[in-house]
């Protein structure tokens, strides 16, 4: 079924066809009866004659002139139309690809915003010839947490786990959720000092994190590892290693030792 909008444009288009042929046909109909009466009469058209051929001339500039202007005024219209919906096309495909880069749970990166975001800050490091460092962080006996509380409880600890990570580092630092109770923070430009002091924030803000408490949940710790671009290596992967490692030694130090709860 067709669109108001496209019959009502149709109809113009014939209307405009049908007005033009009319004058073009009246025009032409006037300057044949004129070449007509100056063969016939063999003489000039005389000054009646050329007038009328004039205003038939006139007549078709005219409509030949308005036509063409509406013509113009329709493709500068399609021209805005299409480069209105391209530009809604991109802002949607932005959006999807956002999404497609986002763990649904936490609003962090997911394992693909992950690689592209390390990517990105890696090249960027390499180029200023600064140190990268990338920290794996495991929660602690996250499961006996799901089993007293149940999982959407252990969800929403999850997820107060993730903003209180979020503010621990710098805005531009690429946080991800790396698996169901395991994170990752890539920090560029930051030395075996300077991620020291963001693990010991990060060890603080998560036995803090005000959304953990308000559950009803006992104070949760972490285990983490570092592992440093380009001494540990390059790629990503060859990163998650080395700070996986260093993050299960951790964890089973603590379990060894049991910390006081400040530690």
């Not at 509406?70 to 391209?86: F, K, N």
Request: proline share 4%; glycine share 6%; net charge negative.
């Amino acid at each position: 079924m067709a669109r108001p909008g496209y019959r009502r444009s149709l109809l113009d288009r014939m209307l405009d066809r049908v007005a033009l042929t009319a004058v073009i046909s009246a025009a032409l109909s006037l300057a044949i009866t004129v070449v007509l009466s100056w063969f016939l009469s063999g003489q000039g058209p005389g000054p009646v004659g050329t007038s009328i051929a004039i205003v038939a001339g006139a007549l078709i500039a005219v409509v030949m002139g308005s036509q063409r202007n509406r013509s113009l005024a329709r493709l500068a219209a399609a021209h805005d139309e299409i480069r209105t919906q391209v530009e809604e096309l991109e802002r949607l495909r932005a959006e999807l690809e956002t999404v497609a880069q986002r763990d649904p749970l936490t609003g962090l990166l997911n394992r693909r915003g992950l690689d592209e975001s390390f990517e990105r800050e890696s090249k960027r490091c390499e180029r200023a010839e600064a140190p990268l460092t990338l920290i794996v962080i495991d929660v602690d006996a996250f499961k006996d947490v799901n089993d007293a509380h149940g999982h959407l409880a252990g969800d929403a600890a999850i997820a107060a786990i993730a903003e209180a990570l979020r503010g621990t580092v710098r805005s531009t630092d690429p946080v991800a959720r790396f698996g169901g109770d395991e994170f990752v923070i890539v920090l560029p430009e930051h030395d075996d000092r300077a991620a020291a002091d963001v693990m010991d924030r990060v060890r603080t803000a998560v036995r803090r994190a005000p959304g953990v408490a308000d559950l009803g949940i006992a104070a949760l710790s972490v285990s983490l590892g570092a592992a440093q671009a380009p001494r540990d290596g390059r790629e990503l992967d060859a990163l998650l290693r080395v700070a996986d490692a260093a993050m299960y030694a951790s964890k089973r130090r603590t379990a060894v030792h049991q910390p006081a709860a400040d530690d």
